[in-house]
């Protein structure tokens, strides 16, 4: 395995503009051997691995952030299939994304043009030779090129909604915006453009004739908020198109997941609809190796966006439709033809990990192809026997991987972040099966500090997920990182309660229209359970998370009798009632709260509502500090602008932090260092006595 320190860079033609300061890989030594958050802002994060055509390179790329400039940059590199000859083929001040190989062994590639538009580029697989190939006036947000490489799907925005010029030609300064539907907003946006596919030709040195395969139609393709390249398809002969579309809009689209595969046909332009009458979200299609089939996720019922993801195989002669996973209980996260056509791998939480499992389309038979404490994240093909993917754990960052029948676990073929790691004494995570109310069993995740002594006796903080129907697997996360927190001192317990994948459809689906209910006694079980082992100090415990993991702090503020000594809450609800009235996708409030609060014969809805966190302010005892977003339109900044205020009223420590600039996430760098610093501050504040506490961090 070469070295991350082998990662050479070859000679480029590319030149910089201006004084533009790239951003590279940080020099960074370690001064205590221990995992901070300046080692967790040095690593490299390694984006998704692709195979070339002839199977011998891998394209990938490493992004790095820079505080100073308060962003990251992903530059892009290729090695044998192998992992050896590790090459950086591009140093640029500005990202490249999206990049996959060509036949011909070129590299095409997403980059900004001079005005700053995303644009579709092409270069040699050195590096050399780059040239922007399209030119579209707003920038493309992705691309797919078909088979035969004479065509390419482009995505780009078209207007939605009109403005106050639109209305009011006379009034060209005026800046309020008419709304007269629902989804006017969704995740942190106000919806005035709307994605759509464009299909345009390749030369191959530039696209041209773009249409809009979608003209005249209100709406998105892909699917917003985070639909990409995966919505569509070429058929095997690049004369046709599957594209994913929920043709909804207003109302209809805000309370339905119901989406489908649209057949286009490019010579006739005619639409046919391939997954008419299954109910629920129908994506990612992928057509077999030789075109016969396709396959893709579809979820059964409408309105519930966790439904499980079903691996779905349509014959396209017959129409014939077969689920290949009726005899799996668990919810696909994505898949890959096998190159024979006879299987597909996919990967899955299952137990609290995410292995690669390969299925069979005749018999259906299952097999796990690599396994190991860490979550597979992506596949590309490079034979029948052999894929590349990536993996992480809570202990360790993306890296990439070769499974090809060698290694049970998987071969890592890059060392991106040895040389941090190396210099690090880094924490342990451990299993623990724990005994819930109701008489199971439920996998909890103990993370402990770097060095840690059973003798003595820890500080520790229960994760609460978000999602709700979030795994907890062994993510990796830059801000909800278990390691970086466990490394401050602290025992991380990490439940994996009711409604989190990996265990069954049953233990999944128990938590919808039941928030205050099993699932919050599965952590004050896993809690519990902790509190019986001698390090663990049961008068220094905190709680800690976001959206769903959010609420639930607020919840159990109200509830915990006491085991909690502090709370920290990140983009959580507080008021079920407000939220319900606030949010964009009402399918999600619909299925998982059960229903309006005004819907008085509705006894889940009215057990929801009833139940609310900000229904038990009375009872808060323990200091909370809270963080949200303003540009989160899924949890509005009031929920948590609400609970600060009431803890204040009743005279419970509070401190909040608003980033006007972030959505449900904390995003730029600085921020999210800022809210790491406040996090160990505000905990070492309450669990660590002093001298050890530093408040001042």
């Known amino acids: 395995m070469a070295s991350s320190a082998a990662l050479l860079l070859t000679a480029c033609s590319q030149k910089q503009a201006d004084d533009e300061q790239i951003i590279d890989r940080p020099d960074f030594k370690s001064q205590t051997g221990v995992f901070d958050i300046d080692a967790l802002e040095a690593l490299g994060r390694v984006t998704e691995p692709v195979v070339s055509p002839d199977g011998k390179k891998i394209l990938f790329g490493i992004s790095y952030e820079s505080l100073e400039q308060n962003k990251s940059n992903r530059d892009l590199y290729v090695m044998n299939v192998d992992g050896s000859d590790q090459t950086r083929i591009t140093r640029t001040a500005k990202s490249e994304n999206s990049a996959v190989w060509l036949s011909d062994g070129r590299i095409a590639f997403l980059y900004p043009d001079s005005d700053g538009n995303a644009q579709v580029w092409v270069m040699n697989a050195d590096g050399s030779g780059r040239q922007q190939i399209s030119d579209v006036e707003k920038g493309v947000n992705g691309f797919l090129f078909s088979p035969d490489e004479q065509k390419v799907i482009l995505i780009g925005n078209v207007k939605y909604s009109q403005d106050a010029a639109d209305i009011y030609p006379d009034l060209p300064k005026a800046t309020g915006r008419v709304v007269d539907d629902l989804m006017y907003k969704h995740w942190d946006e106000w919806v005035t453009e709307i994605p759509h596919p464009f299909v345009g030709n390749f030369s191959g040195s530039k696209i041209t004739d773009l249409v809009d395969i979608l003209e005249g139609e209100p709406y998105e393709s892909p699917m917003k908020p985070f639909g990409g390249v995966e919505s569509f398809a070429w058929s095997n002969d690049s004369q046709s198109v599957v594209y994913t579309c929920r043709k909804k809009t207003g109302l209809e689209y805000a309370i339905s997941t119901n989406s489908d595969l649209f057949l286009y046909n490019l010579s006739d332009k005619s639409v046919k609809n391939l997954t008419e009458g299954m109910m629920g979200y129908d994506t990612m299609p992928k057509f077999s190796p030789d075109g016969t089939k396709m396959a893709w996720l579809s979820m059964e019922r409408d309105g519930y966006e966790a439904d499980k993801n079903r691996l779905m195989v349509r014959d396209m002669a017959s129409g014939e439709i077969t689920d290949l996973t009726t005899d799996w209980d668990y919810t696909i996260e994505e898949f890959a033809w096998n190159p024979n056509g006879k299987s597909l791998w996919f990967i899955a939480y299952h137990q609290g990990v995410a292995p690669v499992f390969s299925i069979d389309v005749d018999s259906k038979a299952v097999t796990t192809v690599a396994e190991d404490v860490c979550d597979f994240n992506s596949l590309s093909p490079v034979s029948e026997t052999a894929v590349v993917t990536m993996a992480h754990s809570m202990l360790r960052p993306n890296e990439v991987y070769l499974i090809d029948g060698s290694d049970a676990k998987g071969k890592r073929i890059t060392a991106v972040n040895d040389d941090i790691f190396n210099q690090l004494r880094m924490p342990s995570v451990e299993k623990r099966m724990v005994p819930t109310t109701d ?23 229960l994760y609460c997920q978000g999602g709700p129907q979030s795994a907890v697997s062994q993510f990796w996360s830059y801000r909800w990182n278990l390691a970086l927190m466990a490394s401050n001192g602290y025992v991380m317990i990490a439940p994996n309660r009711r409604g989190v994948p990996g265990f069954g459809t049953e233990w999944e689906e128990q938590i919808s229209k039941d928030y205050p209910g099993q699932n919050m006694r599965d952590y004050l079980a896993a809690v519990d359970d902790m509190k019986k082992e001698s390090y663990i100090d049961p008068a220094r415990i905190g709680a800690t998370g976001a959206s769903y993991g959010g609420f639930s702090i607020y919840w159990l503020a109200g509830n915990h009798n006491g085991r909690f000594a502090c709370l920290l809450a990140h983009a959580g609800i507080f008021n079920t009632e407000t939220q319900y009235l606030e949010t964009e996708e009402m399918w999600f409030a619909n299925w998982d709260m059960g229903g309006a609060f005004w819907e008085k014969d509705n006894a889940v809805a009215q057990r929801t509502h009833a139940n609310s966190p900000h229904r ?14 303003e540009f989160d339109y899924r949890i509005l900044a009031s929920q948590g602008m609400m609970a600060f205020n009431a803890a204040k009223l009743r005279g419970i420590p509070a401190e909040m932090v ?9 995003l730029k760098p600085q921020n999210a260092v800022m809210w790491q610093r406040l996090f160990f501050r505000w905990f070492d504040r309450w669990l660590k006595p002093a001298p050890e506490a530093d408040t001042a961090k």
């Open 616 to 629: 038990f302010v009375d009872k808060w005892t323990a200091p909370i500090m809270i963080s949200h977003g």
């Open 439 to 461: 008489g199971k069993q439920m996998l909890t995740w103990v993370v402990k500090p770097q060095d840690f002594d059973s003798t003595k006796t820890y500080p520790s903080i």
């Open 658 to 666: 608003i980033y006007p600039d972030e959505n449900h996430w904390i």
